[in-house]
Each structure stands twice: as structure tokens, then as C-alpha cells.
């Protein structure tokens, strides 16, 4: 394994690191034996840094994560949760409040049998009607638990690039991490333009779901999958065509997800074992010359058709018209 510095936060932590919203039912039925099999084969593979959040099956992610972690040397790993983004109704999904906040962070210290937090992230952003919440509510509390030793490092995570540049931009020099996913993929590399401004402002860089949430594997994205039906569709294709070659199209994901130049670690959620095996395989060993092959040929000839290489805005816009639904 090969370790990074971790921003400014004296960490070293893991090039890859392991996430969990894969231990919750977003991504199917997991018994927790399963997961907790899989984190340990994460940290005995020496992943050290490994992400949670208590929306992600709302605390079953970070239960599972807590059991498989209560006989492990707390000095083994670094874990990382997050503030804001909490219930599947749409009326108790979000709350940036100071006292929800510190409620979640005392909430996750016991799930996941800790005395302290290495990382707390505000999730999820893009949700919040106005970004003041963040700076006056939700950032302060963090900073105050940072006071109490309850945390050590702030983070903030969202999908839409801008959003993240000015949340950090109206608090500098308060954030030490920053977390964006599906904007280093097969599909869509828009993170690279952002990355010379998380580097000015010395974050910790943390590139998440290379596999697209579940999109770019052989067996396909889940229902809730929030891209475009024609994405879908030619992804699909894509699987297809690894299948017929004896190749797995998350593998081509995850080597590709790790070529660039900048994030501290790359963050994949990895549910089994044989996943973990399969995702260190690409890091550690790279791709045989028909998996190459593969690629290329996805690349060139079939990745081109999409017309929306990322979803943003889908998401949100459907929750503010639940909202407005609901208010009337």
C-alpha cells in the first residue's frame, strides 16, 4: 500500500481507502458479517482510512462499522463520518443545525465505539436553501467539538464542483478536507480543473466512487441511481461488452479512478472481500493486456455516446419539489 499526506493534517493515510454506504441497503441485502469480513480484509490489505455517514442505511453503516472495528488497535485506522444529511423522507433528510449536528457527531462516537473522530464532513452541500447555515451553524458546532477533542478534522463533501469551491471560498482556512465523488470516472474527469484550488487552500483531497455509485461495474447501478436513462443505457452496454471478454468493468473503473494526480486517497465503497480483493488488484497489480484492450475500446467507442456525464441538479431539483409538495 502506498501512503499519502493527508493535506495539512500531519496524517499519512492510505491511497485507497475503504467506503461504507456499500454496508447499507442503498447497494442490496448485506448481512453485517459480510461487511465486517470486508473491513478487516481492507485493513489487513493496509487501507488505513476509512469513510461512513450516518444517512447511509441511518446508522446501520456506522453500527457495522463500529462492530467490525472494536477489536482493532485504534492507531490501525483513521475514520471519517459526516454531519448533515440523515433520513430517507424527504421532510427529515437534511439538518445543519448546531444542535443536530452536535447530536450526530455525539451519536456516531458511540455507534462506532470511538473517543474520538478523525474527520467529520458536512455532507451533501448542495441541499442547503442558503449556504449561511453552513458557515453560522453547522461549521462553528464542528469547530467547537474540534475544541472538545470529540474530532479532529473538518471536511465538507458535495456533488456539483462549484458548490464545494464556494463553501470553501466563504470560510477559508477553516475546512482541512474536501470530498467529491463521481467526478473522477471513466465518464466524466471534471474534477481535474478543481484541483489547483483545493490544493491552494492545502486540503486534503479525498476523490470518491470511481465505479460511479454502482454505474460503471459488470452488474449495473441500483434503482435509485440518480443519471440520465441514456447514461444507463450505454453503461450498460459497456458491462455487456465486458462480460463477453471475461472482463470486470469495475476494475477498468477503479485502475482508471486511481491514475490521477492530487487527491490524497481514493475512496471506493467495497462491500465483500472478493470486491476488496478485486478493487486492490487494479491498484497493486494494474490491468492485463486484454483488459487494456477493453478499456480502450470502451473508451473509444462506446463511453463517446453519452450525451450527460453527470447528473447534477437531478437530485436536488426533485427534492425541492418534494418540499414545496409537502408544504402545500
Not at 32 to 37: C, D, F, S, V, W
Not at 169 to 186: E, H, K, M, Q, S
Not at 248 to 261: C, I, P, T
Request: with cysteine; charged share 25%; proline share 3%.
Amino acid at each position: 500500500m502506498q501512503y499519502n499526506q493527508f493535506g495539512r493534517t500531519g496524517l499519512q493515510v492510505s491511497k485507497i481507502s475503504l467506503g461504507t454506504g456499500t454496508l447499507s441497503k442503498f447497494y442490496g441485502d448485506l448481512d453485517a458479517a459480510t461487511g465486517i469480513k470486508a473491513v478487516h480484509q481492507a485493513l489487513r490489505k493496509g487501507i488505513n482510512y476509512v469513510d461512513t455517514a450516518p444517512y447511509y442505511g441511518q446508522g446501520r453503516s456506522e453500527e457495522i462499522l463500529g462492530q467490525a472495528l472494536k477489536d482493532v488497535p485504534r492507531q490501525a485506522y483513521y475514520v471519517a463520518t459526516k454531519v448533515g444529511r440523515y433520513e430517507l423522507d424527504y421532510e427529515n433528510m437534511f439538518d445543519y443545525s448546531a444542535k443536530k449536528t452536535r447530536e450526530s457527531v455525539e451519536k456516531s462516537l458511540k455507534l462506532l465505539g470511538v473517543d474520538y473522530l478523525d474527520v467529520v464532513q458536512i455532507h451533501d452541500v448542495e441541499f442547503v436553501e442558503d449556504l449561511s447555515v453552513i458557515w453560522n451553524e453547522t461549521l462553528p458546532t464542528l469547530e467547537k467539538l474540534r475544541d472538545e477533542g470529540k474530532l479532529k478534522f473538518i471536511g465538507v463533501s458535495a456533488y456539483p464542483m462549484d458548490v464545494l469551491k464556494k463553501v470553501i471560498a466563504g470560510a477559508p482556512g477553516r475546512f482541512d478536507t474536501v470530498l467529491c465523488y463521481c467526478r473522477n470516472t471513466l465518464i466524466d474527469d471534471s474534477l481535474k480543473e478543481y484541483i489547483p484550488f483545493f490544493e491552494e487552500n492545502k486540503l486534503a483531497i479525498i476523490c470518491a466512487s470511481g465505479h460511479g455509485l454502482g454505474l460503471l461495474t459488470n452488474a449495473g447501478p441500483q434503482p435509485w441511481h440518480p443519471c440520465q436513462d441514456q447514461t444507463k443505457l450505454i453503461c450498460r452496454e459497456a458491462s455487456e461488452y465486458c462480460k463477453q471478454q471475461g472482463v470486470e468493468l469495475g476494475k477498468l473503473a477503479m485502475y482508471h479512478f486511481v491514475q490521477l494526480d492530487g487527491p490524497a486517497t481514493f475512496l471506493a465503497g467495497m462491500q465483500t472481500e472478493h470486491l476488496v480483493n478485486i478493487n486492490l488488484e487494479a491498484f497493486i497489480c494494474g490491468l492485463t493486456v486484454n483488459e487494456q484492450n477493453v478499456m480502450e475500446h470502451l473508451k473509444n467507442n462506446v463511453f463517446t455516446k453519452i450525451t450527460n456525464s453527470n447528473w447534477e441538479g437531478v437530485e436536488v431539483q426533485r427534492y425541492w419539489e418534494a418540499m414545496k409538495a409537502l408544504k402545500k
